[in-house]
Nanobody, 118 residues
Framework: VQLVESGGGLVQAGDSLKLSCAASGDSFDFSETAMGWFRQAPGKAREFVASITYNGSRLYGRSVRGRFTISRDNAKSAVYLEITNLQPEDTAVYFC???????????WGQGTQVTVSS
């Protein structure tokens, strides 16, 4: 399984970004898999951001509710994270992950850096 994130960058406070994660793999049925986003800021633990089940049910971390929207396109095997009104505290590496049955979150991407200047 391969997960490749993209869409990060250097932005100003108040800007918006849409992160993408492309999933691939022979033993991986994307349309039947829950997907998630986590982030890790410098010096901090990795933090849950959002998840979406195979049928579109969404869950958000407490610190990101209201400005973050997770979505998926099963035809493209892609999951997205749209962030509005970015703040400096959103600066982090954002990782895509998939739910592995009986195991939990596994198969992480390499991450995409989001840096928000004030």
């Amino acid at each position: 399984v391969q997960l490749v994130e993209s869409g990060g960058g250097l932005v100003q406070a108040g800007d918006s970004l849409k992160l993408s994660c492309a999933a691939s793999g022979d033993s991986f049925d994307f349309s039947e898999t829950a997907m998630g986003w986590f982030r890790q800021a410098p010096g901090k633990a990795r933090e849950f951001v959002a998840s979406i089940t195979y049928n579109g049910s969404r869950l958000y971390g407490r610190s990101v509710r209201g400005r973050f929207t997770i979505s998926r396109d099963n035809a493209k095997s892609a999951v997205y994270l749209e962030i509005t009104n970015l703040q400096p505290e959103d600066t982090a590496v954002y990782f895509c992950t998939r739910d592995v049955p009986t195991t939990g979150w596994g198969d992480w991407g390499q991450g995409t850096q989001v840096t928000v200047s004030s």
